[in-house]
């Protein structure tokens, strides 16, 4: 099965966090972006690189800086003296996965240029729309905004990303074969990709078969409800926001391959989805997202 | 708020009263609810239009207008002496028309101006509440005039945009919905209905306190003074009289003779009751309860004393006057519809001695009047001494005679009107024939009469009821003989017997038929669906006035003693509560089924029950556990198989959450089994040997 064989070469190469992969795979699955955030040193590179090759696809890495211009990352007009004309250089942006890395060192004018790339898959530059290749993830890794010279990424931004997960430090037994093993970078040399990218596209589209209840609709009704309606939240959850926890969710149930989705789906990915989506009421500009997901897993009834 | 702005930096707007104004938004009058308040002015007045002089109407539409400028931002309010010019000259203007000082259509009259010019100066809240308040009052006001079904469904509408008005004021001035705030008022007024009704059927029908002046009697109906002609004029018109229940199947039309008044004096062409007679003795005919008959009456206001009843009359209802000349009389004169039961005597000989004073009035005859006729009647009285004969004779005269019967008689002149009749025109109403068959009896000195009504009605097909309307209006003769006591004898079915017998349609020419209006018209016609239709209209205001109109002590009275047994203060207080809190209730359950949770699929309801049975047992679910994962919880507390549970998980969230899984009442009954071998486990252990 080839889900099973992807989360297999991931664990492979990032050792003991078989849920984060799973997860990342599920973003990946339900064509979302991905928004990895930890401590430097945590693997976040090392799992968006593995991500793209086992998934096959051609991959660029940008450098997030804080000098970082759009015109870096969407590419600009070049005069050519040959043909005496300007000529669009394609920046890095035009890849099918793009690792920016550290995406949060750079300012609000860069990530900005990154808006309408996430959301519309095209970018506009010098007046000219053009079409980004498909399929087209951003994998973002970012520091915690509390380290310095990091800027907060915009509400707008951080709800294109359809998942934000954190690695965490690996478990001690994970931790001890990691220190044994060789080197992490060798192995992501070695990893061969399980996936083409018609086996990718297979995919998506079977994600978007898996099934969905009415008694499930309900659930994700309820949890969106509730977020709109209790007072520790500052805003509620969009409707893009259930949209996005009703996609995850089926890419975990076809990950735990079955045809339809059941709560324990919802429950499983909605840390990942909302955690970054919401603002507790009471500090309003902090980033207290992962108390308020488990209140909203606590609060709300599964069954009606 | 764009009116108000522009009207507090108008140059010559006081000084004053733009600081008032400066008081801020919050006194001001939101915009939606000002376009509703001048909707609900204008639903307000609109039926006083049928009742007050036309003018009045058109100043309130005016002051609407102005308004909308104002609303607009185009126009200023009027500025304070303009105001005052207004104020004088509506209320000169009101002085000035002919409506009596101390009336009620002066003091509605008053009323609507006021009402009309405060929105011209409507500038705060305050002034929009006295609005809405005086809104409520007019309402209140125009069942003064009119308490008839559609003026109250109508009114029912204008409550509704009035309140709607006041949803507005308590609303935000961003929020411009009028439509929901009408949706809103309707809801409030129809949660207050069940209410109402208990207040209806409870609330004490208290005596007046002080009388309200009449409203203008110009009314189509029986007067006290009869030309003849007049009776031609009510031929013309459709309007209700009265309406009539019968204890039993209503007697045959040509039998009914509504007596209303007696018409005892003659003066130039005129018939008049002359002086009250006064009130009878007492009811001193010998009754015969075999042949009585027992009905009630509704009858429409009349603004007199008069009520009609059949022959001979003995009033059931309390305060009803029998006269000296076998009429019913009311107490006051009948300002609203009026409910009374009489009971009719047909056979009785009510005066078989006539006393003198009686002889006197019913005799009498201006000296030189008609001349003409005296003659006639006095050479035919000489042919035939009988009495009985020289009536026959007159009728016969009237039968063989080219006379006619017709709603549009020749202009007869005041001096000797009945010569000129009898001899040259020979062309008249009922007045007419009977005017002129009194006067020759009483030529011959025979006590004779002409008494004032109405003859027949209409059987409501559907309630049973008769309808009497003022084309049945009609005169006939009665003429005393000793012993005998009044006879009656109607001159009109001699020269036109269809009248009588079928009608008014039956007995009109294509002239006449032509100059009534379009629904006596249609009344007319014996079938067809309009006249269906309006038999159904007739029975639903019939019932109206029975029930809800007519509802006066006497029938709550009643009701209250049939629904309470003994009516006691106590005994009315808990009804009243009771009935309130009903109504609340019903309001309550309406709200509660509106609230409540939507129907549950049968799976999610088996699994419900389940788990309230497993909470029973101490292994409640958590809020937040999903199903599969608290029966893999349960499961193995029970000591199931991983494989077993896998199952059974597979099958409860296949059937809850796979739309395609295949599913059925058999699925559905294995889960049920499965479960019910779960809990039975849990609850005696393990161990007891049930397979599992």
């Not at chain 1, 966090?17 to 699955?29: G, N, S, T, V, Y």
């Not at chain 2, 005859?365 to 050479?379: C, G, K, Q, S, T």
């Not at chain 2, 009608?503 to 020419?509: D, K």
């Amino acid at each position: 099965m080839t889900v099973r064989a992807l989360v297999s070469a991931l664990n492979g190469v990032l050792l003991g966090k078989e849920p984060q992969i799973r997860l990342a795979l599920a973003c990946l699955l339900a064509r979302g972006h991905l928004l990895i955030e930890d401590l430097p040193g945590m693997g976040k590179t090392l799992l968006s690189h593995a991500l793209a090759r086992v998934l096959g696809l051609r991959f660029q890495r940008i450098q997030f800086t804080s000098d970082l211009l759009p015109g870096d990352v969407i590419g600009s007009s070049v005069f050519d003296r040959e043909t005496g004309a300007f000529r669009f250089v394609e920046g890095p942006l035009f890849a099918e996965v793009i690792l920016a890395d550290e995406i949060n060192r750079a300012t609000p004018k860069t990530q900005s240029a990154l808006l309408e790339a996430m959301e519309e898959h095209q970018v506009t530059a010098d007046g000219v729309t053009r079409r980004l290749p498909e399929p087209f993830f951003v994998i973002a890794t970012q520091n915690p905004v509390t380290q310095t010279g990091t800027f907060p990424l915009p509400e707008s931004q951080l709800d294109r990303f359809l998942m934000r997960i954190e690695l965490g430090y690996p478990d001690p037994d994970a931790e001890r074969e990691l220190l044994r093993g060789g080197d992490r970078r060798a192995a992501l040399e070695r990893l061969e990709p399980v996936v083409d990218a018609a086996g990718l596209a297979a995919l998506q589209a079977a994600v978007e078969q898996v099934r969905v209840a009415d008694p499930l609709i309900d659930y994700v009704q309820r949890l969106v409800g509730y977020s709109r309606r209790g007072g520790q939240f500052a805003f509620g959850l969009s409707p893009r926001g259930a949209l996005a926890l009703l996609k995850a969710a089926r890419a975990w149930a076809l990950l735990s391959e079955r045809t339809h989705v059941v709560p324990e789906d919802v429950q499983a990915v909605l840390p990942g989805v909302v955690e970054h989506r919401l603002r507790e009421a009471a500090d309003y500009a902090g980033h207290g997202g992962g108390a308020l997901a488990q209140q909203l897993l606590a609060g709300v009834d599964v069954v009606g | 708020m764009g009116a108000e702005g522009i009207a507090a930096v108008a140059p010559h707007a006081p000084a004053r009263d733009g600081a008032r104004r400066g008081r801020g938004i919050a006194y001001q009058i939101p915009r939606n609810s000002l376009a509703l308040l001048m909707v609900a002015q204008v639903a307000v007045v609109l039926p006083f239009l049928l009742h007050l002089a036309p003018w009045l109407i058109a100043v309130c539409l005016f002051c609407c207008c102005w308004r909308y400028g104002v609303y607009q931002g185009r126009w200023d309010y009027p500025s304070r002496l303009l105001k005052a010019l207004v104020v004088v000259a509506a209320v000169a203007g009101v002085a000035l028309s002919n409506v009596p000082g101390f009336s009620l259509e002066a003091a509605a009259s008053l009323l609507n101006l006021a009402f009309a010019l405060k929105l011209i100066e409507m500038k705060n809240r305050r002034d929009a509440y006295v609005v809405i308040f005086l809104g409520y009052f007019l309402i209140a006001t125009l069942f003064l005039f009119d308490q008839s079904m559609l003026q109250a469904g109508y009114q029912l509408f204008a409550i509704v945009v009035v309140t709607a008005a006041m949803v507005g004021m308590n609303q935000l001035a961003t929020r411009v919905r009028p439509f929901s705030n009408l949706r809103l008022a309707g809801a409030l007024i129809l949660q207050a209905l069940p209410l109402t009704v208990v207040v209806f059927l409870f609330f004490p029908r208290l005596a007046p306190l002080w009388s309200v002046p009449l409203p203008n009697a110009s009314v189509t109906g029986l007067r006290e003074e009869m030309t003849p002609g007049d009776v031609a004029e009510l031929g013309r018109s459709d309007a209700l009289a009265f309406r009539a229940v019968f204890t039993g199947a209503p007697p045959a039309p040509r039998e009914l003779y509504w007596r209303a008044l007696v018409y005892s004096r003659f003066d130039s062409g005129t018939w008049s009751v002359g002086p009250d007679p006064g009130a009878a003795a007492g009811p001193d005919f010998d009754r015969d309860e075999t042949t009585a008959r027992s009905y009630e009456v509704l009858l429409e206001p009349t603004f007199a004393r008069w009520l009609v009843a059949l022959e001979t009359p003995l009033p059931e209802s309390p305060g009803i006057v029998l006269t000296r000349d076998w009429r019913l009389q009311a107490p006051d004169p009948v300002l609203a519809v009026y409910r009374y039961r009489a009971r009719a005597y047909s056979g009785a000989v009510p005066e078989p001695d006539l006393v003198r004073p009686m002889r006197a009035r019913e005799t009498a005859l201006p000296a030189e009047d008609n001349p003409r006729i005296r003659a006639f009647a006095v050479a035919l009285r000489e042919a035939t001494p009988d009495t009985r004969a020289f009536v026959d004779a007159l009728l016969t005269h009237i039968r063989s005679e080219p006379y006619f019967y017709t709603l549009n008689p020749p202009v007869l002149p005041r001096e000797h009107s009945i010569d000129r009749f009898w001899f040259e025109t020979r062309r008249g109403f009922c007045t007419h024939y009977a005017g002129a068959v009194v006067f020759m009896l009483r030529a011959v000195g025979v006590p004779a009469r002409l008494v004032g009504g109405y003859q027949g009605g209409e059987v409501n097909p559907i309630t049973g009821h008769v309808v009497v309307r003022q084309y049945d209006a009609h005169a006939w003769v009665e003429y005393w003989q000793p012993g005998a006591g009044w006879i009656r004898v109607d001159p009109t079915g001699a020269v036109a017997p269809a009248r009588i017998e079928q009608g008014l349609r039956a007995a009109l020419s294509a002239e006449d038929r032509a100059s009534l209006p379009v629904l006596g018209g249609v009344r007319l016609r014996e079938s067809g669906m309009v006249r269906g239709l309006l038999d159904w209209v007739d029975s639903l205001d019939h019932r109206w006035n029975l029930w809800v109109v007519g509802y006066d002590g006497q029938l709550q009275a009643d009701v209250l003693k049939r629904l309470l047994g003994e009516v006691t203060p106590l005994r009315i207080g808990i009804a009243v509560a009771t009935g309130g809190a009903l109504s609340g209730a019903v309001v309550a359950l309406i709200l509660f089924w509106r609230r409540r949770p939507p129907s549950r699929h049968p799976v999610e309801r088996m699994f419900a029950g389940f788990c309230a049975r497993m909470a029973r047992l101490g292994w409640a679910r958590r809020p937040d556990e999903p199903p599969g994962s608290y029966l893999d919880r349960v499961a193995a507390a029970a000591g199931q198989s991983a494989d077993a549970r896998a199952r059974t998980i597979a099958r409860l969230n296949g059937l809850l959450y796979n739309p395609a899984a295949p599913g059925g009442r058999a699925e559905l009954r294995q889960l049920r089994g499965e479960l019910r071998r779960l809990q039975f486990r849990l609850a005696f252990g393990p161990s007891s040997g049930v397979p599992g």
